[in-house]
């Protein structure tokens, strides 16, 4: 990649396009285009190759997907299932046809088996059973990393995935039921310290263990797999440090100022037990996460007050 590249992200409104336009940017790419879904809805065939035809990137990006948290992916597994196997397949086939060399397509960690070893390596892939609440969504991220994989194969493209752990930062989704638990329990103890209630509720049993990287991490990783010549076909993007959803809601409840009591509700899934990624690999070809969960949180917050007041958070 050089800096008058063409490069296409895709789903540049969202958390994870939004933070790498903004790496990019800052790196000096100056020649980086985007599409709205009102122009292009890439689960639509026959417009997504239209564009690619028209555009012919040198490099694509893709970070467009149907995305959300544990109640979301339980709710709506049709719609994970559809769209996400469709902007997949439309983006990956659309590139080969318009002769882009290069892609990097985002996945996530859902993709391993529920009892997948812990930390967990990329080779645990296809291995034992998925976690159910997200079952559908996990199946599209797998046929996408494959279809990636054998482009590369059989027709050299430099096709390549990366599979980053929970996301939070800059631009998240902070709706009440649909968002991930980070966002969702900023939203609800920020929102309670206001209404200065005494109890926040916080969805299962808090013992479920999970990994938050922060999106400007995790946009460095994608720049820095831009640049590998000969990239893994997907990789692990992570932190290498969990911790529990109760050890994260006390950290958010001080975070926001909260001072009441947490109260557990396991009639909601706890999801998946744990899922530690495995960094090794990411971090021998010289990537490593550098902020911190309390340091993002705390700009996090910031961000979310800042952006409550000039109307910009998603809310
Ligand atoms: N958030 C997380 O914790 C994690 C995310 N990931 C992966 O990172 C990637 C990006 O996620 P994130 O940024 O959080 O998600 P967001 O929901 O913030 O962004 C998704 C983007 O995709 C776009 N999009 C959705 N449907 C269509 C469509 N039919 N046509 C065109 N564009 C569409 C959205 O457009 P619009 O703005 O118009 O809605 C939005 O810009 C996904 O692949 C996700 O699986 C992986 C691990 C964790
Ligand atoms: C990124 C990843 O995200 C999802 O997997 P998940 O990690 O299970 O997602 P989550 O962030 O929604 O929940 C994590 C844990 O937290 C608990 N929890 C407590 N209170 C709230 C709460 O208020 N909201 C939410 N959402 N969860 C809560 C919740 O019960 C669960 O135990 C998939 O979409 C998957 O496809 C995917 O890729």
Known sequence: ???????????????????????????????????????????????????????????????????????ANNTYPAEFLHENLAMGLNLVHGSYKAGVGRLLNLGSTCIYPREAPQPIPEDSLLTSPLEKTNEAYALAKIAILKLCQYYRKQYGVLFHSAMPTNLYGTGDNYHPENSHVLPGLIRRFHEAAEAKKSEVVVWGTGTPLREFLHVDDLAEAVLHLLSLENPPDWVNVG????????????????????????????????????????????????????????????RTYREFCEGLADGSVRL
Request: charged share 30%; hydrophobic share 35%; proline share 5%.
């Open 1 to 71: 990649m050089t800096p008058d590249s063409k490069i296409f992200v895709a789903g540049h409104r969202g958390m994870v396009g939004s933070g790498v336009v903004r790496k990019l940017k800052a790196a000096g790419f100056t020649n980086i285009i985007t599409v709205r879904r009102t122009e292009v809805d890439l689960t639509r065939e026959e417009p997504t190759l239209e564009f690619l035809m028209d555009q012919r990137p040198d490099v694509v990006v893709n970070s467009a997907a149907k995305v959300g948290g544990i109640y």
């Open 239 to 298: 932190t290498g440090v969990d911790c529990s959803i109760r050890e994260l809601a006390e950290t958010i409840a001080s975070v926001v100022g909260f001072q009441g009591e947490l109260v557990f509700d396991p009639s909601k899934p706890d999801g998946t037990p744990r899922k530690l990624t495995d960094i090794s690999r990411i971090r021998e070809t010289g990537w490593d996460a550098k902020i911190s969960l309390k340091e993002g949180l705390e």
